[in-house]
């Protein structure tokens, strides 16, 4: 079956099958955080422009602007393109400079994804500014790193992604680690497991701006079944199958492929980035996003991001993000494709890597 029928197929039957119930709560871990100081809290998202995780960033910028009770800024270290990873680019909305400058008291939330460089300077002493300022830190899976290089893991329960966690316990003896659970809060700082809890946690943070209910309401919207803080850990390490396929998908060079994901303005910023994240991980294929010639290099999403385009090439595999799915199901749909396209091992190397109990 060609890859576009196959998607139409599929994006029907999800849609017909898919009864959403936000199950579990994350009240516990909001009630962990500190309180907001704006009435209209203040989310800051921090980039390095030389490489930030993709959906680490995306997806709480995306949740926290539509739930409609904060503001949300991607700030980074210098102006212009941040490189997202493994896919996509973006431009910062501020600098570090520029933030501090607007906003001298500092904001009431920071997401930090994982950075292509956990150690740089300029980003951690920023951290440690905004967390004397009462902000809340939220580490998004290796955004852990980071926080534990400015010191704010020493001391508190924290979890990571499963790749990570040994390297974390090593590095910061002092920090409690804690297992089977998808975020962790510990005096005003979260962090998660791998990608794909980048959702839940999201959600966390809008039940501490905007309450439960609304909490509820935008899970229930994105195609969030669980807001639940349950995972089981064990099930996710790297095993021999694994590596095989690491090594026989990046042996067949003749057979790798560019994806292209066709942009448009009001761009989902979910769908986009649990698409392009999944199909970048295959070693396999790469995804990009792209605009007909002629068009700007920039494209805004639907949440106001800035996303970068490239020209179609020929050749590429065509990928549409278009029908009737809640967002979140995205995830599942570039799944189920990429099994039918390169095999079920590979699709499942894709979800050890995003962390996802992916049950196909």
């Given at each position: 079956?060609?890859?576009?029928?196959?998607?139409?197929?599929?994006?029907a039957n999800m849609a017909m099958a898919l009864i959403v119930v936000a199950s579990g709560s994350c009240g516990a871990a909001a009630q962990g955080l500190r309180p907001a100081r704006r009435p209209r809290p203040l989310v800051a998202i921090v980039a390095d422009n030389a490489?930030?995780?993709t959906t680490d960033l995306m997806i709480p910028h995306a949740v926290l602007s539509r739930c409609g009770a904060a503001d949300v800024v991607v700030v980074a270290p210098e102006p212009g393109r941040i490189t997202l990873m493994p896919?996509?680019?973006?431009?910062?909305?501020?600098?570090l400079a520029g933030f501090d400058e607007r906003y001298p008291g500092g904001a009431d939330y920071v997401v930090v994804p994982a950075l292509h460089q956990a150690d740089n300077d300029r980003i951690l002493?920023?951290?440690?500014?905004?967390f004397a300022r009462q902000a809340n830190i939220a580490g998004i899976c290796e955004g852990a790193r980071v926080l534990g290089k400015a010191g704010l893991l020493d001391g508190r329960e924290a979890t990571t992604h499963w790749y990570a966690a040994q390297d974390l316990r090593k590095a910061y003896p002092t920090m409690r680690w804690v297992n089977d659970r998808r975020y962790v809060v510990d005096r005003g700082i979260m962090t998660t497991t791998g990608v794909s809890a980048s959702l839940p946690a999201s959600l966390v943070l809008v039940e501490a701006i905007a309450g439960r209910q609304r909490a509820q309401e935008l899970a229930a919207q994105l195609g969030i079944r669980d807001l639940g803080e349950g995972h089981d850990s064990g099930r996710f390490h790297l095993g021999a199958a694994h590596v095989w396929r690491v090594i026989a998908n990046t042996a067949l060079l003749w057979r790798h492929e560019t994806v292209e994901i066709a942009g448009q303005d009001g761009l989902d910023g979910i769908a986009l980035a649990l698409t392009?994240?999944?199909w970048s991980r295959t070693y396999r294929s790469q995804a990009v996003l792209t605009a007909p010639a002629g068009s700007p290099e920039l494209l805004p999403?639907?949440?106001?991001?800035?996303l970068h385009t490239q020209p179609a090439q020929a050749g590429a595999?065509?990928?549409?993000?278009?029908g009737d799915l809640p967002a979140a199901a995205h995830l599942e749909r570039a799944l189920a494709a990429i099994a039918a396209r390169y095999g079920r091992s590979t699709a499942a190397l894709v979800a050890l890597q995003l962390e996802y109990a992916w049950p196909g």
């Open positions: 079956m060609h890859i576009r029928e196959f998607l139409t197929r599929l994006t490489g930030t995780e896919a996509l680019a973006i431009s910062a909305q501020l600098t002493s920023w951290l440690v500014r905004q392009a994240d999944a999403s639907r949440d106001g991001l800035l595999l065509p990928l549409s993000l278009q």
